[in-house]
């Protein structure tokens, strides 16, 4: 069963601060790799997608991906209010397979 | 930008009826899913589709159809309604293998 891997929080974070939400895979041939954002009552929204090892930076936002440690990690700077939310960690699988595999996110508060 | 597009944004429905989900996209994309998401359980796999009248199981097909008659639109069908299916109903697509998913603003379904 391929798996993803995410703690579900709350992670609780001061406005300004940076907040790290980090995410594990099982299928060590997964080369696609998302975040998603989910407001509470609303659908996902993709964030970024990252696909090679190291860092991806866009805006506030930087993904980081080691697949030798099949960990995945979103950074979010200067957190704010807005940025309350579950954040969804989402990998292909493997082979030529069309469905991506969704963790159980993890709940981002920021505090002002 | 995407646009992921469900007929329903809240729905009502009694006991044993048959309920008709529909979504479509328009992206010209190849994959088409439908998930299920509950507190505490994430998001879970229904059906997808890959191509127009292609279809495959989930992890929880059971009590759900589908239809896939046209590449933009992909419904969703729930052969007898019961309350254990009062669920937010989530369509997406995506353009092809190992490729990020695009969301629809969701249903809430509550079966009566």
């Known amino acids: 069963q391929k798996e993803v891997e995410q703690n579900s929080g709350p992670l609780s974070v001061p406005e300004g601060a940076i907040a790290s939400l980090n995410c594990t895979y099982s299928?060590?041939?997964?080369?696609?790799f998302f975040w998603y954002r989910q407001y509470s009552g609303k659908s996902p929204e993709l964030i970024m997608s990252?696909?090679?090892?190291g860092d991806k930076e866009d805006g506030r936002f930087t993904a980081q991906l080691n697949k030798a440690s099949q960990y995945v990690s979103l950074l979010i700077r200067d957190s704010q209010p807005s940025d309350s939310a579950t954040y969804l960690c989402a990998a292909s699988s493997s082979g030529g397979s069309y469905i991506p595999t969704f963790g159980r996110g993890t709940s981002l508060i920021v505090h002002p | 930008d995407v646009k992921v597009t469900q007929s329903s944004r809240y729905l009502v429905k009694r006991t044993g009826e048959k309920v008709f989900l529909e979504c479509v996209q328009d992206m010209d994309h190849e994959n088409m899913f439908w998930y299920r998401q509950d507190p505490g359980l994430g998001l879970r796999l229904i059906y997808f589709?890959?191509?127009?009248?292609?279809?495959e199981k989930g992890d929880i097909p059971e009590g759900y159809s589908v239809s896939r008659e046209k590449k933009e639109r992909f419904s969703l069908i729930l052969e007898s309604a019961s309350t254990n299916q009062t669920s937010m109903y989530l369509c997406?697509?995506?353009?092809?293998?190992?490729?990020?998913?695009?969301f629809g603003q969701g249903t809430r379904l509550t079966v009566v």
């Open positions: 997406a697509s995506s353009p092809g293998v190992r490729t990020e998913a695009f």
């Open positions: 589709s890959y191509d127009v009248k292609m279809k």
């Open positions: 990252i696909y090679s090892n």
């Open positions: 299928d060590r041939g997964s080369q696609s």
